[in-house]
């Protein structure tokens, strides 16, 4: 295999003296392919992505990410952006251009007089949650407790709370951002509104944030867990957990899945987080426990933090990953039929499907007030093809394309951008909307160049027009 080198756009290589003039001007560490640590550091989540970046800047703050966004421009390079490195599509990293690596800047600041939360660019949900937990709050987030709250909230942001509390850039106050001229900008209602429109639901198109500040919910205990079925009860269970979801209050999150146990046994089940009144709650709760009996039933009351690891052990980091997730038109009988049928198809005991139901609060925003635009209550369907060994890979991915195939009839045209994997440009076009155009302005504003394309890429006027 040749060298890895940086390059830049136009395939050359950029000459060590200015690498090493950037190297000194950086607090943080920054690491070549002939480092010790490159290899590791070029690991995410996915381990499907080879990609070898040129150098990975692991920034240690604001001025660190000023100097790498002025390196970048200045030699044209391509440019990814790392936060928790959970992207399933692999847009942390790009292949000989340089990484801009913020897993390592983890401050979280609570003021828990003012209900507010300022988080680094590097922490995880996991970390977030266990320092508002301290003051019985939490951030409404996504439900895996090693996913970046970075990308994730840049995408939207769902989970446990979206109904009652809504996505997880809703409750965004603040960001910092340097944009691609170099420049820190605070943006917020007030300053810079139409990036702060952007940002809430644009992903990673219009710079490198570096802070976000969260407004703060009173989340404490939930009563939550897995209630699990056999697998030959699935279709029953999936229309049980329709019927249960439409009339639900807000406080109620609840996903469907079929997955297998730990020993390859295949089944059905229902995760659920109730996060009002617990006494409410476990009425509420009751018919749907009652069901079947279930195999296992684990709803108990429990720290938020501790519910948020509940898929954890489902997911963990360093297996071969291929999703494809878009949502229904409706939980139809037929199409519950559809999905159990190729859920029982599927080709490795670790994959999964996971139906999840969004709405509440979400859907009472405009599609046009933030830039997400996938408010309306709707189900989505994430197939999550995942093994271990990398020469598996066609028959797995093979599984998972299929099975979305089938789903055509019953798709509603519609996506959600932080669950898109690569090759999904149309996909993308069509989570932004009718926000697509406005996006464009506020990219061709801040990110003319584009120097920010690793990602679920907007492109600027003049790049679009060639
Ligand atoms: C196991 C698993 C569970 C998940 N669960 C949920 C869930 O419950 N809810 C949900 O909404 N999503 C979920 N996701 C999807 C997840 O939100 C997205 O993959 C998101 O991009 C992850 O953010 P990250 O920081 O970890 O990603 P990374 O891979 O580090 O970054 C992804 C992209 O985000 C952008 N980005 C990251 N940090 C910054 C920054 N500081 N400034 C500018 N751009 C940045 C960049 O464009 C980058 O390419 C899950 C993903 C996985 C793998």
Excluded at 363 to 392: C, K
Aim: proline residues 5%.
């Amino acid at each position: 295999m040749a060298a890895v080198v940086l390059i830049n756009r136009a395939g050359a290589a950029v000459a060590d003296e200015s690498i090493a003039q950037f190297r000194a001007s950086c607090r943080g560490v920054v690491i070549g392919p002939a480092d010790a640590e490159y290899d590791t550091a070029r690991r995410i989540w996915n381990a499907s992505i080879d990609k070898r970046p040129g150098l990975i800047a692991r920034c240690s703050g604001l001025a660190d990410v000023i100097a790498a966004v002025n390196f970048a421009r200045d030699h044209d390079l391509l440019v990814a952006i790392r936060g928790g490195g959970h992207n399933v599509g692999g847009r942390a990293l790009c292949d000989g251009g340089l990484v801009i690596d913020l897993s390592r800047m983890k401050g979280v600041h609570v003021d828990p007089r003012a209900g507010r939360v300022r988080v680094q660019p590097g922490v995880m949900l996991g970390e977030l949650d266990r320092e508002t937990h301290v003051y019985g709050m939490a951030v409404p987030a996504g439900v895996v407790s090693k996913t970046g709250v970075a990308g994730l909230t840049l995408g939207g942001g769902v989970g446990w709370l979206v109904k009652k509390y809504g996505l997880t850039c809703d409750n965004v106050i603040s960001f910092e951002i340097v944009t691609a001229d170099g420049q820190v900008r605070q943006v917020s209602a007030d300053e810079h509104p139409d990036l702060f429109w952007a940002l809430r639901g644009g992903g990673g198109n219009f710079g490198v944030v570096t802070s976000f500040e969260y407004r703060l919910r009173p989340v404490s205990t939930v009563l939550g867990g897995l209630l699990v079925h056999p697998r030959d009860r699935a279709v029953e269970l999936l229309q049980r957990y329709r019927d249960f979801t439409q009339s639900a209050p807000d406080e109620v999150g609840a996903y469907a899945a079929m997955l297998h146990t730990p020993d390859g046994a295949p089944v059905a089940a229902i995760v659920t987080c109730y996060c009002g009144d617990l006494s409410e709650g476990a009425k509420l709760l009751e018919p749907l426990r009652k069901f079947g009996p279930p195999l296992v039933d684990a709803i108990q009351p429990m720290p938020f933090p501790l519910m948020q690891t509940t898929f954890d052990g489902a997911v963990p980091d360093g297996n071969q990953n291929y999703w494809k997730s878009s949502f229904l038109r409706a939980l139809s009988d037929d199409a519950i039929r559809v999905m159990v049928r190729h859920a029982n198809d599927a080709t490795s005991p670790l994959s999964a499907v996971l139906v999840e139901q969004y709405g509440g609060a979400a859907s009472r925003v405009a599609p046009t007030e933030t830039a997400f635009a996938q408010r309306h209550a709707q189900y989505d369907l994430g197939i999550l093809a995942q093994w271990t060994r990398p020469e598996e890979a066609d028959r797995h991915v093979a599984w998972a394309r299929a099975f979305a195939d089938a789903m055509s009839a019953y798709r509603s045209g519609d996506y959600l951008l932080n669950f898109l994997g690569e090759g999904e440009d149309e996909a993308i076009k069509a989570a932004f909307g009718p926000n697509y155009l406005r996006l464009v302005e506020v990219k061709t504003k801040y990110d003319p160049a584009n120097l920010f394309r690793v990602n679920q890429n907007i492109q600027p006027a003049a790049v679009a027009a060639g």
